[in-house]
C-alpha cells in the first residue's frame, strides 16, 4: 500500500475535504430539520453519499479509524432513510463529533503524522444512535402507498418517493397536478416554466414528468406535476390556468400494517450501491491542483518575454526600413491573445464564495453554543467568485468578524428582549462583485453597536468624530473593547489582524457603519486576484526590491578582484566572471535600472538569471531575504515599465518594486544603452 | 451652479481642481521611482492600501525641483478607472467657485501651458488656474511598446 499511498494521498485530501465540507452542511440542515421536526430525505441521502464515499476512499489507503467513524455514522445514517428522512436530534451532536474526528485525522495525514485510533467513546455513542434509531423507527412511511400509473412511476427515482411519501407522513398531501400547454396559454404568458414558478408558491415541487399522448386540447403532451402541498385544490387548478388541467392525489395510506418489515438485504444493498456509484456531484467539474495552474501561468509568462523580444526585433527591422506593417498588425493580434488566454488561466483559479464559506455555519453553531447566545446567520453571496489566493486569505478575516460578532456584538436574549428586539441575533453576510475587478463582502449584525467611547477610553484618546477613526481606534494592536469586569473571552478583537489581511495583504479597503442600540457593519472590499509570489528581497544602493525565486538560476559572490573588464567603458559597465567554465557578463543593477551615476563598483551579490537563453549575473549591495509576497501589478501606463512585475507591501508603507530581472535585463541590458 | 474646487500650490502660483475629481489628500513621504516611467511621474506611494504612481507637478510644469517640505502634498485624483497622485507644493484651501468666474486663459498663456490650464478664476484679487488633471497627468506610456 505505501507505495501508491503518496501519489493517492493528495487526491484522497482534497476530495475527503470537499466531502466533509459538505458534510458539514448537511448535518447542520438536518439539524434544522430535526429542531423544526421535518424530514428532509434528500439530505439524508446526500449525507449519506458523502461519508460513504470518505469510507471507500479511506478504505482504499488502508485508514481504519475514519473508515470505522464514517461506518458507524452511515449505519445511523441508513435507519434515518428508512425512518423518511428524519433524523432525531439527538443524533446530531454525536454524528457532529464523528464528522470532527474524521477531520482530525485527515489533518493528521495531511500532516504526515500518525492517525490516532477511534475515541472510544465516540464509536459507541454512534452505536447506540444506531440502535436507538432502530428503535423508535417504528411507525415510519411503510402504510403510506404511491398510486401512480406506469409511465409515471418509471421516471421517478427512489428519493423521489421518499420525498412523497415522507410529506405525507408529515401531514400534506401528495397530488398529480396535469398541465397541458398550449399555443394559447403561451400567449397568455402561461408556459411550463411559469406554471413551475406558480406552483412553487403553494406547493412542494417533487418532480415535473413529460407525458406523451392526446390531451383535449387536441395536443400531445401534458406535463404531471408531482407536488406535496396543504393548499387549496381550486388555488392550484387556477395556477396551471384551470381546465384542462387535472388534479389527483397520488398516495393513499394502506390500513395500518401491524409491523413494518425488517429492511431487507436488497433494499440495504440499493442504498449502498447508489451511494457508491457516486456519479460526479457537479458534472463537469474538474479538480486541479493551483500548481499545475501556476505552471501554466508561467509558461504564459515565458510566451510574453518571448513577445516582447519579437517586438523589438520587429521595431530593428522598422527602422532599417523593412515593410514590416503586416508583422506589425500581427503582433498587436498576439498581444491581444496572450492577454485572452492571461484572462482564461486566471479564471481558472476562481472559486465560488459560496463555497469558501462552507465552514462559516459550522462556526456560527459552535459559537452559539458557546456563548448561549441565539443567532441566525444569514448568507447572500450568490455566485460571485474569488482568486483561489484571495479566498484562502479572507476565511481567516471572515471568521475573526463573525466571532466577534456574536462574541460582542450581538446581546444575550434577554438584553435584547429588554432593548425590543427579537431574542434571535441576526449576522449577515453578504457580497456583490463590483466592476472594478473587486468584490464587497459585508458583514452585518443586529446588535448593540461599537461603543465609541469605550473604545476611546480604553485606547485613551479623545472620542473620535468619524467611523474611519474609529475603525483605525479598533484595529490599533491589542485593543480590546470589551470592558475588563465582564471579559469572558480574555481576548482583544484580533481587529488588527482582520486590517493586516484586507489591507496589507490583500491591498484591499476596510470601512465600518456602527450604529448604537441597532448593529455594525463591515465592509470588507477585496481585489478578485492577487498573484503570490516566492521572492527574494534585496537592497541595492539604498532601496529594497523583489524579485521572484522562480527568475533566478542561482545567487553568487562577485569576487571583484576576479572580474574581467573588457576593452571600452571601464567604470560600472560590463565586466565578465567565469563561472563553471562559462564567461558570464556581470551588470550592476543600477546600470539597467538607469540609475548608476555615482556607483564604482558592482555590489557583492549576483543574481543569475537567463536571459534569450544565456545567463547574465546582475550585481547588487545585499541579500535581505526570502518571501512570499503578494505581487500588485502596476495598470497605471505611467508606470508600465519593462523589467518591472509590478509591486508589493513589505510592511514600511513604501511600495517595493517587483522586478522581473530577465526582461529589465532584455530591456536595457543592450549594448550601447539599450532601446528604452 | 458654484462648485468646490480644492486649490493647490506650486512654485506660488495658485491652481484649483473640481473637488469631485479627488479622492483624497496625503502628506508626502516620498515616492518608490519606477525606472523608466516618463520624467514627470515621482514614482509609487501607497493610498489605503493601493499602489498609486505620483505625478511631479514641478516637473511637469517645467520648474525647477524643491526640496520637499512638511507642507508637500499628494492631491489623490480619480480619473475613470485610473487613480493618480499629484505631488504640489501645499494644498490647503477648498473653495466654490460659480462659473461667472471662471474666463479662458488668454491664448499666449494657452500656448505657453501645454494646455494643463483651462480656465482662470478670479477670488478676490487673486488668480487661480483650473488645470486640466487628465492632461497634467498624462498617459504618457514609459516605453512606446
Not at chain 1, 488502508?62 to 428522512?85: C, F, K, N, Y
Not at chain 2, 508626502?28 to 519606477?34: H, I, L, N, Q, S
Not at chain 2, 515621482?42 to 517645467?62: E, K, S
Not at chain 2, 499628494?74 to 484651501?93: F, H, K, N, P
Request: glycine share 8%; net charge neutral; hydrophobic share 45%.
Amino acid at each position: 500500500m505505501s507505495v501508491d499511498l503518496a501519489d493517492f494521498l493528495p487526491a484522497y485530501l482534497t476530495e475527503v475535504e470537499e466531502l466533509l465540507g459538505s458534510a458539514n452542511t448537511q448535518l447542520l440542515a438536518l439539524e434544522t430539520a430535526a429542531r423544526q421536526r421535518s424530514a428532509s430525505p434528500r439530505t439524508v441521502r446526500e449525507l449519506f453519499r458523502a461519508l460513504h464515499t470518505i469510507k471507500g476512499l479511506s478504505a482504499m489507503i488502508d485508514v481504519e479509524p475514519i473508515v470505522s467513524i464514517a461506518h458507524w455514522m452511515e449505519t445511523a445514517l441508513r435507519h434515518a432513510d428508512q425512518a423518511g428522512g428524519r433524523v432525531p436530534e439527538a443524533s446530531i451532536e454525536p454524528m457532529l463529533e464523528g464528522l470532527r474526528a474524521i477531520e482530525q485525522r485527515v489533518r493528521q495525514l495531511a500532516a504526515g503524522k500518525p492517525v490516532s485510533g477511534v475515541p472510544r467513546g465516540l464509536l459507541d455513542r454512534l452505536e447506540s444512535l444506531d440502535t436507538a434509531e432502530r428503535g423508535h423507527s417504528g411507525p415510519p412511511a411503510s402504510p403510506v402507498t404511491l398510486e401512480l400509473e406506469p409511465a409515471v412511476a418509471s421516471k421517478l427515482s427512489a428519493s423521489d418517493r421518499e420525498q412523497l411519501l415522507a410529506g405525507v407522513a408529515a401531514g400534506r398531501r401528495a397530488l398529480r397536478l396535469d398541465y397541458v400547454p398550449s399555443a394559447d396559454r403561451a400567449a397568455q404568458g402561461l408556459t411550463i416554466n411559469t406554471v413551475r414558478e406558480r406552483v412553487s408558491q403553494l406547493a412542494e415541487l417533487v418532480k415535473v414528468i413529460p407525458v406523451a399522448g392526446a390531451t383535449p386540447g387536441g395536443g400531445n403532451l401534458t406535463f404531471a406535476l408531482l407536488l406535496l402541498t396543504s393548499a387549496e385544490d381550486s388555488a392550484l387548478l387556477e395556477a396551471v390556468g384551470g381546465a384542462p388541467a387535472k388534479l389527483r392525489p397520488i398516495a393513499s395510506v394502506a390500513p395500518a400494517v401491524p409491523t413494518s418489515p425488517p429492511p431487507t438485504g436488497a433494499e440495504l444493498l440499493s442504498l449502498e450501491e447508489e451511494g457508491l456509484a457516486v456519479e460526479p456531484r457537479r458534472s463537469g467539474v474538474l479538480r486541479v491542483e493551483v500548481s499545475r495552474l501556476d505552471d501554466a501561468l508561467e509558461r504564459l509568462a515565458a510566451l510574453v518575454v518571448n513577445r516582447s523580444k519579437l517586438a523589438r526585433a520587429v521595431a530593428v527591422l522598422t527602422a532599417a526600413g523593412a515593410p514590416t506593417r503586416d508583422l506589425v498588425q500581427v503582433l498587436q493580434e498576439n498581444a491581444r491573445q496572450l492577454r485572452d488566454l492571461r484572462a482564461s488561466i486566471l479564471h481558472l483559479r476562481m472559486v465560488r464564495v459560496g463555497d469558501v464559506l462552507e465552514r462559516l455555519p459550522l462556526l456560527v453553531r459552535g459559537l452559539r453554543r458557546a456563548s448561549g447566545k441565539q443567532v441566525r446567520l444569514e448568507l447572500d453571496v450568490g455566485d460571485a467568485e474569488l482568486d483561489k489566493s484571495v479566498a484562502d486569505r479572507l476565511l481567516p478575516a471572515l471568521v475573526h468578524l463573525v466571532r466577534n460578532a456574536v462574541d460582542h456584538a450581538l446581546e444575550r436574549p434577554e438584553e435584547r428582549r429588554a432593548a425590543g428586539k427579537p431574542e434571535e441575533g441576526v449576522l449577515r453576510l453578504a457580497c456583490h462583485a463590483r466592476s472594478s475587478g473587486r468584490l464587497e463582502l459585508k458583514v452585518s449584525d443586529d446588535g448593540q453597536g461599537v461603543d465609541a467611547a469605550a473604545v476611546a477610553a480604553r485606547a485613551g484618546v479623545p472620542v473620535p468624530a468619524s467611523s474611519e477613526e474609529l475603525l483605525e481606534l479598533m484595529c490599533r494592536a491589542g485593543l480590546s473593547t470589551r470592558a475588563s469586569v465582564d471579559t469572558t473571552s480574555g481576548r482583544g478583537m484580533g481587529m488588527d489582524i482582520v486590517k493586516r489581511i484586507i489591507v496589507d495583504q490583500l491591498g484591499g479597503e476596510l470601512s465600518l457603519e456602527t450604529t448604537p442600540g441597532k448593529g455594525t457593519t463591515f465592509c470588507l472590499r477585496v481585489p478578485l486576484t492577487i498573484t503570490i509570489v516566492e521572492a527574494f528581497v534585496f537592497e541595492s544602493s539604498a532601496l529594497r526590491y523583489a524579485v521572484p525565486v522562480s527568475a533566478v538560476e542561482e545567487i553568487i559572490e562577485v569576487d571583484t578582484a576576479s572580474l574581467v573588464h573588457p576593452p571600452g567603458r571601464a567604470d560600472g559597465g560590463t565586466a565578465m566572471l567565469e563561472r563553471r567554465g562559462q564567461a558570464v557578463p556581470l551588470v550592476a543593477l543600477e546600470r539597467l535600472l538607469r540609475r548608476d551615476a555615482g556607483r564604482e563598483s558592482p555590489g557583492p551579490k549576483a543574481f543569475v538569471v537567463r536571459q534569450r537563453g544565456m545567463p547574465l549575473a546582475i550585481a547588487v549591495d545585499r541579500l535581505l531575504g526570502q518571501q512570499e509576497i503578494v505581487l500588485r501589478p502596476l495598470e497605471d501606463p505611467l508606470v508600465q515599465v519593462p523589467g518591472v512585475a509590478g509591486a508589493t507591501d513589505l510592511g514600511d508603507g513604501l511600495p517595493t518594486l517587483v522586478l522581473d530581472l530577465p526582461a529589465l535585463g532584455a530591456a536595457r541590458g543592450t549594448p550601447r544603452g539599450g532601446v528604452a | 451652479m458654484s462648485t468646490l474646487h480644492v486649490v493647490f500650490k506650486v512654485a506660488g502660483a495658485e491652481y484649483a481642481i473640481p473637488a469631485s475629481e479627488v479622492l483624497q489628500m496625503e502628506s508626502f513621504t516620498g515616492a518608490t521611482p519606477v525606472p523608466g516611467a516618463p520624467a514627470h511621474v515621482a514614482g509609487l506611494v501607497q493610498v489605503r492600501g493601493r499602489v498609486v504612481p505620483v505625478v511631479d507637478a514641478r516637473a511637469r510644469f517645467g520648474l525647477p525641483p524643491v526640496e520637499r517640505t512638511l507642507d508637500t502634498r499628494v492631491v489623490v485624483g480619480q480619473l475613470g478607472s485610473r487613480t493618480v497622485g499629484l505631488v504640489v507644493d501645499s494644498a490647503r484651501e477648498v473653495l466654490k467657485l460659480a462659473p461667472d468666474q471662471l474666463q479662458a486663459p488668454p491664448q499666449l498663456v494657452a500656448e505657453q501651458a501645454q494646455g494643463f490650464v483651462k480656465a482662470v478664476a478670479r477670488v478676490g484679487s487673486r488668480l487661480v488656474m483650473l488645470i486640466d488633471f487628465p492632461r497634467v497627468i498624462g498617459e504618457e506610456k514609459a516605453h512606446g511598446d
